[in-house]
């Protein structure tokens, strides 16, 4: 049995559920959260562990732990930490965890892009998003482009960096609060989510791009390590119509890329 808090002035504020794919201690989800205290409710579901390429894979074979972890963010109202995919939470957050349905759902933000249609079909970041977004919820994805050179470091040590870098993320992570209320404000048609990417430098001023996902051929992620044995390696494929309009693009271009996902419209006939 999970106790709530009572809340007074903070209720007045529209409430947040988060989530990544990183795990409940990347620093990269603490910086989005911290972002977003001053003008929202915070809840936060996130995995134990990170489940990143995961996509909206659910735990169907095993139970999946819930552990409350109230004090990991200073100045939210919950946090949960649980051993499932970033589906698994928001879905055991929305149905289970929260008191009722608030007004947002973001995931993220991720430390990579999620760009393409190749990688926002992996990734877990953005189907913690699709989970909110099949509730009925506003949704936005939030994940920031980390330059070549530190992203295994950073990877490795879950999300800490320093130095420019360090400021642009703080910089991303504010650029992702004034658009979560600017998705409030003027939500998207029901079953959207809002994928955002951030460029690796990242201002007050950096310019926002509506794109499309760009259509890439993806081709082989795997290698042969021994006879008979595999082992994923990333590579970011081929772009087949290169422009300012995707997001890959916007991306090149140090801007900040916006593209709707509506999933309403999987599988409509025209």
Known sequence: MFAFKKHTRINMKPHALVTNDDGIDSAFLHQLVAALLPDFQV???APASEQSWIGRAMTRREEVEV????????????????????SDCVNIALGHLLPQLPQ??????????????????CSGTVAGAIEGALWGLPALACSMCVPH????????????????????????????AQLCRATLDAPPATGTVVNINFPARTCAT???VETCPAKIEQGNLFEQVRPGKFRFCYHPGQEIQAGPETDRGALL??????????????GARE
């Open 149 to 176: 050179e530190l992203f295994s470091a950073v990877s490795r040590s879950q999300g800490q960096t320093s130095g420019d870098f360090a400021a642009s993320l703080q910089q991303a992570a504010r650029r992702a």
């Open 43 to 45: 809840s936060v579901a």
């Open 104 to 121: 947002l759902v973001v995931s993220g933000i991720n430390i990579g892009y999620n760009t393409t249609e190749s990688l926002i079909l």
């Open 206 to 208: 950096t310019r926002i």
């Open 253 to 266: 271009a140090g801007h900040i890329s916006r593209s709707l996902l509506d999933f309403s419209k999987v």
């Open 67 to 86: 552990i409350h972890r109230p004090a990991a963010f200073a100045g939210t109202s919950e946090a949960w930490s649980i051993s499932g995919t970033p």
